[in-house]
């Protein structure tokens, strides 16, 4: 399969972790070499692009064959002895026409390139399992969509990019042996303990479902204490691995809304922000019947995915945890959390300046140790109902040295996360080839947890038009 060339190729932004990752020199993306590889303008040398099929479920339903249609995966690349880091594979993302373009151009627009590479970069600082992103490169070379825009690539980063819509293509084709081999193959690469494991009577194949339904259950747990929105939690898009994939439609909380829907496209809210641990259970079971041929026993099938159950309200209690300057889950934690979750969402509070506001407060409480500073107390309407949380919450640390508890939530609450109308910013700089504000977010959102004064308004609150943003599937 052959990518297809750009016109006038031009590098938008790049990761310097991410290049490090791969063993390049740090100024190895600036070059005209790297670019024209990254645009899909030249193959490196040792490389054979290739897209791959695969099939899901998409908003619930089965959607049949899919694939790759805009993504060309370069190969593996094996970073050099001394870097200690693992092989990569590199995917171009909008470098043109796949054999499952359908009826697509295989194009990706500068908005949503410029978006996944932040987010991408973002969420691997915040500590969420999630692919990576090399680099956006850039073209004048037209893509129609509701209206005209330019071409970009995005170049992305990840062990594999294989998705629980691989295992449901072999399977739904009664394709036996491949979906047996593409098994073995991710047994074998990345989940070896499963060949070992006396769990579920030492099945194998259980032995990996489960293990993949524990991953997605932490992936997912890490969502929601970071209140990010996917959007469009496909089978497809959802990666055997447990790491985010495919940014498309999604968002960070600005006011805590359980029910918030970033995907314009979501006409019934199937993915709203509360709805996503539900959704990856589901998904888990569409994956569950895929690997039911290989597994060959529904009860143990079950089981694996049973654990999920578990799994994640232990994963989202770990999370919330150090949120709250706790070094391990607390007795009463969770209705702690669940009653100050209320209270967000009837007021509409900031999620992110909020957690931030509680961690300076925890790190210098005003006079008196229980009395809330305004910081944290104007955020709410109900101050009375506030004030009592924070009763309540004090009292939970009164064994806990304050200092030590707000060390450890300055490390773990963000200052800065890729708000919509941050990405907003920078895609209409980056428009005028004025990619000044790219960097500027990339800076404050590979260290999220420190202050960057020079930057101090990316964390402030969202101005009144952030909320006519309409994030959709096109891209």
């Known amino acids: ?11 938008v932004g790049h990761s310097a972790s991410a290049t490090a990752l791969l063993g390049l020199p740090p100024g190895a993306l600036q070059s005209e070499y790297w670019q024209q590889i990254l645009a899909g303008n030249q193959i490196a040398a040792g490389s054979q692009p290739l897209s791959s099929v695969y099939s899901g479920h998409q908003f619930g ?14 190969g593996e690349l094996v970073p050099p002895a001394g870097h200690g880091g693992v092989a990569q594979e590199i995917q171009l993302k909008g470098s043109g026409l796949t054999p499952y373009s359908r009826m697509g151009d295989g194009r990706a627009v500068l908005r949503s390139s410029i978006r996944e590479f932040l987010c991408s970069e973002a969420m691997h600082a915040l500590g969420v399992p999630t692919t990576r992103a090399l680099c956006v490169i850039g073209s004048d070379h037209p893509v129609y969509r509701e209206q005209p ?32 081999q593409l098994a073995d193959h991710v047994i074998a690469r990345f ?32 969502w929601q204490a970071v209140g990010f929105c996917h959007g469009v939690m496909n089978t497809d898009n959802m990666s055997i691995l447990g790491l985010t994939i495919d940014y498309g439609p999604f968002q960070f909380l600005d006011a805590f809304d359980p029910g918030h829907i970033c995907n314009h496209s979501d006409n019934q809210g199937r993915y709203a922000f509360c709805k996503q641990p539900n959704v990856a259970y589901w998904n888990l079971y569409c994956l569950g019947q895929a690997l039911l041929p290989l597994i060959e026993d529904q009860d143990l099938t079950i089981a694996a995915l049973e654990t999920f159950k578990s799994a994640y309200p232990q994963a989202f209690d770990a999370c919330m945890a ?6 391990a889950v607390r007795a009463g934690q969770r209705a ?12 509409g509070v900031d999620y992110t300046i909020f957690w931030r506001r509680l961690s300076h407060w925890v790190q210098q409480p005003a006079a008196g140790a229980t009395t809330p500073d305004a910081a944290v107390r104007d955020l709410f309407m109900d101050r009375d109902a506030i004030d009592q949380w924070l009763l309540q919450y004090s009292e939970r640390l009164s064994d806990i040295p304050r200092g030590l508890a707000a060390i450890l939530m300055l490390k773990t609450n963000p200052k800065y996360v890729l708000r919509n109308h941050l990405g907003e910013l920078a895609i209409r700089a980056a428009r005028d080839k004025d990619f000044s504000v790219v960097a500027q977010l990339l800076q404050v959102l590979e260290k999220p947890f420190d202050e960057h004064p020079a930057l101090e308004t990316f ?7 952030a909320g006519s943003i309409s994030i959709s599937c096109s891209s």
């Not at 150090?322 to 070094?327: H, I, R, V």
């Not at 964390?459 to 038009?465: K, Q």
């Open 322 to 327: 150090p949120k709250l300057g706790f070094a």
């Open 459 to 465: 964390a402030a609150f969202p101005p009144d038009w």
């Open 336 to 347: 702690l959390v669940d009653a100050l979750l209320q209270l967000m969402a009837t007021d």
């Open 149 to 180: 825009e330019t071409a970009a690539v995005v170049t992305r980063l990840a062990p594999s990019f294989i998705r629980f819509g691989h295992f449901e293509h072999f399977c739904h084709h009664g394709l036996q042996p491949q979906l047996r």
């Open 191 to 222: 989940y070896p303990e499963c060949r070992t494991d006396t769990r579920l009577n030492g099945n194998v194949y259980a032995n990996l479902l489960r293990s993949v339904t524990e991953r997605t259950a932490g992936m997912v747990a890490q």
């Open 1 to 11: 399969m052959a990518t297809q060339p750009v016109a006038q190729p031009y590098l």
């Open 61 to 74: 339903v089965w959607a049949g064959q899919l694939g790759d249609g805009r993504a060309a995966l370069l």
